[in-house]
């Protein structure tokens, strides 16, 4: 019944907002802001699953000849898609051959003399492991090694209760962060860059983003570092280090298709570089992501329980409904503009007299909050519209200003439904509400900071 009620709110809403805009609007506009209540409404309560509220814009825009089909479909095929659908493949791979776990044992096979250099390692290897593949999967596949861990450690010496806690919220948190370093990392930043490119008409380069991702990532982390890791530096018993040792010993030997793996994986990261020293005209980030896919189903992987490195039914479980989210958000954004709401948000900006700079802040730390009850992919292309409104065709202010709600979108920290990696290791049973809820308010509100000079420096 409650689940009816939830969906009938999406409907009702989709029909308030429209009647209560007649007269205020005109009516392809009235269909956009309502379509985009009815959205936010499914969204944020989760009624179906954010796949099915993405296939909206598809029925509702034609319906209303706001659109035809045939130019809201385009957006669900848009080259940012196929970028973030090869990342897709290339970190599916990383995973059907356990090179992930490798990486995290190995890291702590080298940090594991106490508890914070646990700590360092459980960390990088969240963040380092993020920035290339799923946050949510890089959580679910480190949380049973800091279990493992705890259960080690508490044998050996006492560990206290918030030690754990911080330990659990480590990964989860770093797991967020990392996805701001690369534009791959998570879907906002792609977000992102579609609209960059369907409004500006410009692309913005693997390269481009790490140059200014990566750094803001590296001081989030730091921050994490500080807030998180404990001061105890008593020295662990041999035994606590042995078990990790023992654990790694018990990883075989990297087989022919990890190698493989990490070749095509090298390469593609590589590429994506250098490409823009590269005078190649097709060498772009789509094509190169999309390339190491196709090699990944091409070479044979040497093990008898799969022919190839990557094989069709592997991608049963990837995450398709991300892909139809990207061409909503696209869609929704792409309204926006041809319907002229862009220009009545940009005069809106214009008349307050406030500087671009304050209301950039103001747009980035609405962002930082909002994205704690909603989907921040969702979130970013629905924040998209009002940033290239306030940039009022500057580009440059619209890049640095868009890369921020893209990246604050990621910077939820406070609540478990905020991220999946926040609702993967609250689940762990071992953190308290009021903790998260604690260290992720000072965390969010370094993040405004942070984001604040950033555009105080390059928003003028």
């Not at 179906?48 to 209303?64: D, E, K, N, R």
């Not at 008409?201 to 500080?226: A, E, K």
């Not at 991608?315 to 220009?343: P, V």
């Not at 921020?404 to 920290?413: I, L, P, R």
Request: proline share 4%; charged share 10%; aromatic share 12%.
């Amino acid at each position: 019944m409650k689940n009816l009620l939830n969906i009938g709110a999406g409907f009702l809403g989709f029909g308030v907002v429209y009647v209560l805009l007649q007269g205020h609007l005109s009516s392809a506009q009235s269909v956009v802001v309502s379509l985009f209540a009815w959205m936010l409404i499914w969204w944020t309560n989760q009624v179906v699953h954010y796949s099915v509220t993405a296939l909206l814009p598809i029925v509702v825009l034609p319906l209303f000849e706001v659109a035809s089909l045939k130019e809201v479909t385009t957006n669900y095929s848009n080259p940012v898609i196929y970028l973030f659908f090869g990342g897709f493949l290339l970190a599916l791979a990383v995973e059907k051959w356990d090179i992930h776990k490798r990486l995290a044992l190995w890291l702590l096979l080298n940090f594991n003399k106490n508890l914070p250099s646990v700590f360092m390692a459980i960390t990088i290897s969240s963040y380092f492991l993020s920035m290339w593949m799923s946050n949510t999967a890089t959580a679910i596949m480190m949380l049973p090694l800091a279990t493992a861990l705890v259960t080690t450690i508490r044998s050996q010496i006492p560990i206290a209760d918030r030690d754990v806690e911080k330990m659990f919220l480590t990964i989860a948190f770093s797991a967020n962060i990392g996805g701001i370093a690369t534009i791959i990392g998570t879907p906002p930043n792609l977000v992102f860059s579609g609209f960059l490119n369907e409004t500006f008409h410009q692309s913005i380069r693997f390269i481009d983003w790490f140059i200014v991702g990566f750094p803001i990532s590296v001081l989030l982390l730091l921050l994490l570092f500080i807030v998180l890791v404990p001061k105890d530096k008593k020295l662990f018993q041999e035994d606590i280090r042995e078990r990790i040792r023992a654990e790694y010993r018990r990883l075989p030997k990297m087989s022919s298709a990890q190698k493989r793996v990490l070749i095509v994986f090298s390469i593609v990261a590589l590429l994506w570089f250098t490409a823009p020293f590269i005078e190649v005209a097709v060498l772009n980030d789509t094509s190169i992501a999309m390339a190491g896919a196709v090699v990944l189903f091409m070479l044979p992987s040497g093990q008898e329980s799969s022919p190839r490195l990557l094989e069709w039914q592997d991608t049963k479980d990837l995450s398709w409904g991300i892909l139809l989210l990207f061409g909503a958000g696209l869609t929704m954004a792409s309204m926006f503009e041809k319907t002229g709401l862009s220009a009545m948000i940009s005069d809106f900006f214009k008349q307050s007299g406030s500087s671009k700079v304050l209301l950039a802040v103001l747009i980035v730390a609405f962002t930082v909050f909002s994205t704690e009850f909603m989907s921040n992919v969702a979130l970013t292309g629905l924040m998209m519209p009002a940033v290239a409104a306030l940039a009022s065709g500057d580009i440059h202010v619209f890049f640095y200003t868009g890369m921020s709600v893209a990246m604050a979108s990621s910077c939820a920290f406070m609540l478990p439904i905020a991220t999946p990696p926040n609702a993967v290791a609250f689940g762990s049973g071992q953190i308290r509400m009021m903790t998260m809820m604690r260290l992720g308010l000072l965390l969010n509100a370094v993040s405004i900071l942070l984001f604040s000079v950033l555009l105080y420096l390059f928003v003028k």
